[in-house]
């Protein structure tokens, strides 16, 4: 091989690298991180039970987490995207309507069942806790089925 045609080739494969390292942390292809988002922060107040109204669903403040409530009762989620790890909670919206990832468009409904990829799996759900003094505990370390409520009388 020439001089000339070894120098183009380590070009290319220098320009070649060079590009991916720029292209794929920006939202590479790949969903590695699919279905294991559930971030978790500990245990999380999520204010007073009198204070959540039935159909309503929120951020807690800048943390990964939203406390909602239904004819059920209260349930929680995660607000890490399973697409990229994005924190909704601060990049994005939460509303009763439903769930959208400012990052990359992903959208949830009320459930954090998927609407709209890219993301493709649902947003993990928490168990929640009312103490004796009506404060709402949300315990990230505790994944459960996105049916599970936790009754408020």
């Known amino acids: 091989m020439t001089t000339e045609v070894a120098n183009r080739r380590r070009f290319l494969e220098v320009v070649a690298a060079g590009t991916a390292a720029f292209v794929l942390p920006a939202c590479g292809s790949s969903n590695s991180s699919q279905g294991s988002a559930a971030a978790n922060v500990g245990d999380v107040e ?15 403040g800048s943390q990964p987490v939203a406390i909602g409530r239904d004819a059920g009762g209260l349930y929680s989620m995660t607000l890490t995207c399973p697409h990229q790890g994005c924190n909704i909670a601060t990049s994005g919206t939460v509303a009763p309507s439903g769930i959208v990832c400012a990052c990359h468009g992903s959208q949830f409904n009320a459930n954090g069942e998927v609407t709209m990829g890219p993301a493709s799996a649902a947003l993990a759900h928490y168990a929640v806790e009312v103490e004796a003094s009506g404060t ?15 009754p408020v009388a």
């Open 46 to 60: 999520a204010g007073n039970v009198g204070s959540i109204a039935v159909g309503s669903l929120q951020a807690v």
């Open 136 to 150: 709402v505990v949300v315990h990230t370390a505790a994944v459960v089925d996105s049916s599970a409520r936790t």
